[in-house]
């Protein structure tokens, strides 16, 4: 057997056709959408669609299989709505709405909630904070411990906040984490990064400097201060994303940075990170990543927003093939317009993670299905000539044979070669014949395995599908 030794590397010789629907538009009524969140606001079992924008705060309401109905206002009154939460403050059994607002001014930008009154009907703004500057974050989690959820804000500017939950529904005066300004804050994620059982925030600074830095949680909501675990100089961050990625129990991070590349780091224990382990190459701009177990296979995949310029862009992901070998780039749509968020959720109740993402640009709130009733495996091979080559795996899982078909318009010579999880070469066809191969369970045995298309004529390497047998 021959073992394969730079797996990422074959990855960069085709784009693949994501196993995402086209996209499906939720709404482009509202005014430069730019938060989303997705959790079930009416309590009818499915998750609606929560949306800040420009003006408002909204809600899709979903009827099933998909489809929502128009927006309907929570709040009008509100100037930029940058980021959207919910969660049951009030312990009524329905979901209440929070927001931050960025209201253009030097610090009149409020911290405020809105109580779910039932079936989707909402009380007026109750005002948390009325003076964050630059407002940009709001989460809602029990940060001191004490069982109840209480409100953590960030500003972009700098300002890290918490709000202690009093009961009643009231909240305390602000209590700074961090209170410096000047900083541009990218982002803030509420983590348990050192294991020890409470909340800690991981924080993004900007491109001019990159870095990743973290507030320990010692208990009763007192912090640390900011300790640095990841330096500008390691990674010109644009995006990171905390998750645990290798399935140990602690928390790796996803970066993107200015190289136009998605990596990650392993949590390697006391807030020691590993090397950058190459995810994707993509020769754009990256602006964020996301990552979620979207087709249920216990591993993680990852997802990216890339932007050429405010009106131009794409999102991708990349299926993780398991041990964090991951699917070349897979794009599922370039239909956006100045991006703004992404999300995952099971809208349509099939069991998978269906995909959602705002854009301001277009006023767009949209979202893509997951098909995980697709087991064909299709990709494009791009040419010179603007043709294409398609491929079908069928059926996959199986436990006695899979059938590789070629829709090869060019007639091109492909050879096959079949990898199981460890890199080892299992299995080789050097000339695919008739553009169609029939792959035994006798000759790879049980289990993963990745096939791969060699061009004969250019010597590229074409990822096609990750095999299962049973």
């Given at each position: 057997m021959r073992v394969l030794l730079f797996i990422s590397q074959l990855f960069l010789s085709s784009i693949v056709i994501a196993q995402y629907s086209p996209q499906q538009i939720i709404s482009t009524s509202i005014n430069a959408p730019l938060s989303v969140y997705p959790v079930d606001i009416d309590g009818d079992g499915d998750e609606?669609?929560?949306?800040?924008?420009?003006?408002?705060?909204?809600?899709?309401?979903?009827?099933?299989?998909?489809?929502?109905?128009?927006?309907?206002?929570?709040?009008?009154?509100?100037?930029?709505?940058?980021?959207?939460?919910?969660?049951?403050?009030?312990?009524?059994?329905?979901?209440?709405?929070?927001?931050?607002?960025?209201?253009?001014?030097?610090?009149?930008?409020?911290?405020?909630?809105?109580?779910?009154?039932?079936?989707?009907?909402?009380?007026?703004?109750?005002?948390?904070?009325?003076?964050?500057?630059?407002?940009?974050?709001?989460?809602?989690?029990?940060?001191?411990?004490?069982?109840?959820?209480?409100?953590?804000?960030?500003?972009?500017?700098?300002?890290?906040?918490?709000?202690?939950?009093?009961?009643?529904?009231?909240?305390?005066?602000?209590?700074?984490?961090?209170?410096?300004?000047?900083?541009?804050?990218?982002?803030?994620?509420?983590?348990?990064?050192?294991?020890?059982?409470?909340?800690?925030?991981?924080?993004?600074?900007?491109?001019?400097?990159?870095?990743?830095?973290?507030?320990?949680?010692?208990?009763?909501?007192?912090?640390?201060?900011?300790?640095?675990?990841?330096?500008?100089?390691?990674?010109?961050?644009?995006?990171?994303?905390?998750?645990?990625?290798?399935?140990?129990?602690?928390?790796?991070?996803i970066e993107s940075t200015q190289g136009s590349q998605i990596g990650w780091r392993e949590n390697l224990g006391n807030m020691n990170f590993g090397n950058w382990q190459s995810i994707a190459i993509n020769g754009t701009v990256g602006h964020s990543v996301f990552a979620d177990d979207v087709d249920g296979d216990g591993d993680v995949d990852v997802f990216s927003a890339y932007i050429n310029s405010p009106a131009v862009g794409l999102i991708s992901w990349y299926r993780n093939l398991g041990n964090n070998v991951f699917s070349p780039t897979q794009i599922i749509t370039t239909d956006i317009n100045f991006y703004k968020m992404m999300h995952t959720s099971d809208l349509d109740l099939d069991g998978d993670q269906d995909l959602i993402s705002v854009s301001a640009g277009d006023d767009k709130v949209a979202w893509y299905e997951y098909d995980s009733s697709f087991t064909d495996s299709v990709f494009l091979e791009i040419s010179s000539f603007n043709r294409t080559l398609t491929a079908r795996v069928t059926p996959n899982p199986f436990s006695d044979y899979t059938e590789i078909i070629l829709d090869n318009p060019l007639n091109t010579d492909y050879g096959l070669s079949i990898y199981n999880i460890l890199g080892e070469e299992v299995k080789r066809v050097n000339k695919i014949a008739g553009n169609k191969i029939r792959i035994n369970k006798t000759d790879i045995g049980r289990g993963l395995f990745l096939a791969y298309l060699t061009n004969l004529n250019t010597g590229g390497r074409i990822f096609i599908e990750k095999l299962v047998t049973h």
């Open positions: 609606d669609i929560l949306s800040g924008s420009a003006g408002k705060i909204s809600w899709f309401d979903n009827l099933g299989n998909g489809t929502f109905l128009p927006h309907q206002v929570i709040d009008s009154n509100n100037f930029n709505v940058v980021s959207v939460y919910a969660q049951d403050i009030d312990g009524d059994g329905d979901m209440d709405v929070f927001s931050a607002s960025d209201a253009n001014s030097s610090s009149n930008d409020p911290i405020a909630w809105y109580e779910n009154l039932g079936g989707g009907v909402f009380g007026p703004q109750q005002i948390i904070d009325p003076n964050m500057n630059v407002a940009f974050f709001v989460y809602v989690e029990d940060i001191d411990g004490d069982g109840d959820f209480d409100v953590i804000s960030a500003s972009s500017d700098g300002p890290i906040r918490w709000y202690e939950n009093m009961g009643s529904n009231t909240f305390s005066p602000p209590q700074d984490i961090y209170s410096w300004t000047g900083l541009w804050r990218l982002g803030i994620y509420l983590r348990d990064i050192d294991n020890d059982g409470d909340l800690d925030i991981l924080s993004e600074t900007s491109a001019l400097t990159s870095d990743v830095n973290w507030f320990e949680n010692l208990g009763n909501g007192v912090f640390g201060i900011e300790q640095t675990i990841i330096t500008g100089s390691m990674s010109n961050n644009l995006g990171i994303y905390p998750i645990d990625m290798d399935g140990d129990g602690d928390i790796d991070l």
